[in-house]
């Protein structure tokens, strides 16, 4: 926890939900950063650390742990830190005395992940107790019934490497198992996999694929799985599900998902931060060009916010403003660095390495950002910060005499963790069994591309590559062009969008009508959109009409939390120098910060009496400053009275909640007290009781404390955005038949835009309900099929930090 100077213990600290599940108290970090170290040339540190590991690190904790986090982290930090002891060994200056004691360790957590893979189907439950394995609600597993589709299908190199290092196939033939039948189940025409699966049944519980969140590293593997095994089978699945993704998912330069049984049809309208691993993974295919596209649209994303937001819109808005300092986008620069060697992407590391150091570093660390758009801090350094960004930005700009060893002999794994490709080789036992569900004598050579193409061939001229990102950097940066839209049939018009539609304006009722939707006033002055697709003058005009749905609801939802902009609170004087950003709830009364160009800056002082519910009788102390105050007692507004009768230039409520934080509680909005405010000139903000005792210990340390209070870190360059009239926007396929986009029979669709009531959002004005019909199970792979759920399962992703 970089703000509070140390490490994050779980049942120490307040619970964070699902995203806790990877601390087991085993020393995450440490375990996760051991093959950084040797790769970064520190021999002596590493040394140390895993003489730490093997003296302090116990893993027979009654913790639950998710198995995919564990597998990738520990696992994965086990075997790689093994694989440098042992390269280090054999040089023969370092770790004589190591005798594969990483290696054991690895063999007992991977006999601890075993009990999770004791299902039916093969497919790991998601969660395991390193102690007492899978025995029901008493060790607090096995009730689950569904699983991600990576968290079951990144699990084959570490599982296979364990088993090629110590000889005991049982690791590997597990692994394995578990991908057989998620081949098994995919969807057969359009050959792409949802995103969470029953783990029992094997019956797709989320039908939206893509290949970012739940998704993306079960692609990964597959590939990877054949450069470090020498396996066919998986190039083969691989390239099978590639040709797939890139005639449905992958629309340059974008990656949006789509329905599997529908592949024609779009399930959102925004991507998540994880796909940016997909660049690199293009690259290991082979496939240059929609690299340079994707990658492009990502790092003009990422200048535009000065971080890639969790989530951001097609016309690159910000979707979830978080970044817990993701090293996806890092990890493709440095794959088309190493495939173009074109020293643009040096460039990008650049930007990368600048902003980290400007917004992210603080005293103990480099902080995760809480919200982009305003620069607040998060306590949270990942272990894959240290496990994966470190290594691609050192590698990205290392010479070869800079590294202890090649990197071509070794696979990355989706944490970085460093493999031996001599593992292909290494004995496998004759009880290993591999499943092979297909005839090699009817394979086709083109299911495979056995060579990566030569890129000096590919691009003779450097200006090619800079041809392809000019329009992205276009696109993204400047006008924001809208493409040409498309019209129905005989209407004559483009398709109506939710951003312009005016209820009392005939002509978008009739519009409405066209597309099935019907408007209905509530007596309580709500408005309630309904859609009937069936009603719908074509099938065309049926799938407007969802889109119009949709679009209400995430417009709904960015109008809400425009109505609930959180602010910040930044420590300016030393030693923090504006490092430290605490994220700040607003208060209803007072300046408005977001129409100040500076803030509001100065020093901190507690007022007395700390509740300010009377006169100050510190007043001439707190004359000219911002005031510290504590929650309760009074109402804000006479609290923010008080402070500014004695000459306060702002002031800052710290909740009297113990315990309580910004990471797990909404964003909190001080209201007045029912009468008229506008005599309160200064501004007032809140911090959660975590944030706040930051700022009252570093008032009891440095005595004279500036902060500054502005509606976004002023450290922070203006982000230019594009205004609603020039929205760039993707739009479904228009190539699909009338035949496949009408649902085969009457479907209802009702769209709610106030749906999302998760944290940080006001409860809006206009509204509407959503539900599906739902008479028979064929339905579901309908047109409409399964959208609400789906929107409702990715917002739920906010909260456990997907």
Known sequence: MPLTCRGRVRGLEPSRGDVDDALGKFSLTLIDTLDTLALLNKTAEFEEAVRKVLSDVRLDNDVVVSVFETNIRVLGGLLGGHSMAVLLKEGGQHMLWYEDELLDMAKDLGERLLPAFNTSSGLPYPRVNLRHGVRGPETRTGTETDTCTACAGTIILEFAALSRFTGDPIFETHARRALDFLWEKRQRNSNLVGTTINIHSGEWVRRDSGVGAGVDSYYEYLLKAYILLGDDLFLQRFNIHYASIMKYISQPPLLLDVHIHKPLLPARTWMDSLLAFFPGLQVLKGDI?????????????????NFLPEAFTTDFRVHWAQHPLRPEFAESTYFLFKATRDPYYLEVGRTVLENLNRFARVPCGFAAM???????????MDSFFLAEMFKYLFLLFADPEDLPFDVEDYVFTTEAHLLPLSLSTAQRSRSLTVANTTSWEELDDSNFDWSCPNTRLLFPDPAFPRSLREPIRSAVDKSCPRPASRSEPGLGRPPLRARDFMANNPEHLELLRRMGVSLIHLKDGRVQLVQHATQAVSAVAAEDGLRFMQEMMELSSQQQKEQLPPRAVQIVSHPFFGRVVLTAGPAQFGMDLSKSSTGVRGFAAVAEPYSGCTELTNAALVEGRIALLQRGQCMFAEKARHIQKAGAIG??????????SSDTAPLFQMAGDGRSTDDITLPLLFLFHKEGNILQEALQ??????VLLSDKARDREGEEDC?????????????????EQQPSRSTEEQAEPEADKTKREAEAEDTAE???DGDSAQSMEALLADWKEDLEAFQQ?????L
Do not use: C, F, W
Request: net charge negative; hydrophobic share 20%; aromatic share 2%.
């Open 370 to 380: 809480k919200d982009v758009r305003t620069g607040s801090h998060e306590d949270r």
């Open 289 to 305: 060009r929609p690299a340079i596209e994707t990658h492009e649209m990502l790092y003009q994303v990422t200048k535009k916010h």
């Open 797 to 801: 992703m906010e909260k456990d930090e």
């Open 723 to 739: 205004s609603p009239e020039e929205d760039l926007r993707a739009s479904p396929s228009p190539s699909s038949s009338p035949e």
């Open 770 to 772: 959503a539900e599906v």
């Open 651 to 660: 002031g800052i409520v710290i909740d009297d909640n113990e315990g309580s």
């Open 701 to 706: 340390e440095y005595k004279e404390l500036e």
